[in-house]
């Protein structure tokens, strides 16, 4: 993972001054960014093997979804005949 440095900024002209809007966009723009997930993953050291390991679980688990989806989207297909 390369590190990619992420400047996130919310102009008051985007919300049209309104606070409240501004914090909520802020909110949405670094949860788009990952960066708190980041600063969570890192507080603590993982050795490179778990590391693996997890994203391994998590590559497998998304390709189970993934099946799960095509399966139910064919069920769908062929049940009306």
């Not at 909520?24 to 590391?51: A, C, D, G, H, L």
Request: with cysteine.
């Amino acid at each position: 993972m390369g590190k990619k440095a992420v400047n996130v900024s919310v102009k008051a002209r985007e919300c049209r001054g309104n606070h409240e809007r501004m914090i909520r966009k802020f909110i949405k723009k670094t949860k788009k960014s990952k960066i708190v997930e980041q600063v969570r993953e890192r507080r603590y050291y993982k050795k490179p093997s778990v590391k693996k390991k997890e994203k391994r679980e998590r590559a497998s688990r998304t390709r189970r979804r993934e099946e799960q989806k095509r399966l139910k989207a064919n069920q769908k297909r062929y049940r009306r005949k």
